[in-house]
């Protein structure tokens, strides 16, 4: 069975950064691509970020709200994603899940990914 479980987050003053983490287990980690999404009270899921591992290398893609202030990242050792969030604002305000699928290529689409962690609470003040 797959699991994942997201640790990290919390309340930071705007200009803050934090770490979010995203361990996998019940697959063959490597193989498979991974995502963040985040959802704020009253609004839908959104895209955050993605990462895949494959025979061609790893490959990044980021939603355009953080391009260039999020970083994701994987250790395949460690069977764990991670989310580094600097330079945030209070719009970054949401639940944040992790959460990946049969795909081993990047890609944005919340259909794409059949297997959800619990989410992490991010909190960013004004």
């Known amino acids: 069975q797959v699991q994942l479980v997201e640790s990290g987050g919390g309340l930071v003053q705007a200009g803050g950064s934090l770490r979010l983490s995203c361990v996998v287990s019940?697959?063959?980690?490597?193989?498979?691509?991974v995502g963040w999404f985040r959802q704020a009270p009253g609004k839908e899921r959104e895209f955050v970020a993605t990462?895949?591992?494959?025979?061609?290398?790893?490959?990044?893609y980021y939603a355009a709200t953080v391009r260039g202030r999020f970083t994701v990242s994987r250790d395949n050792a460690k069977n764990t994603v991670y989310l580094q969030m600097n330079s945030l604002k209070p719009e970054d305000t949401a639940a944040y899940y992790c959460?990946?699928?049969?795909?081993?290529?990047?890609?944005?689409?919340?259909?794409?990914?059949?297997?959800w962690g619990q989410g992490t609470q991010v909190t960013v003040s004004s």
């Open positions: 959460a990946t699928g049969p795909q081993t290529t990047v890609t944005s689409a919340p259909g794409d990914y059949n297997y």
């Open positions: 019940g697959r063959t980690f490597s193989d498979y691509t």
């Open positions: 990462i895949s591992s494959n025979w061609r290398g790893t490959s990044t």
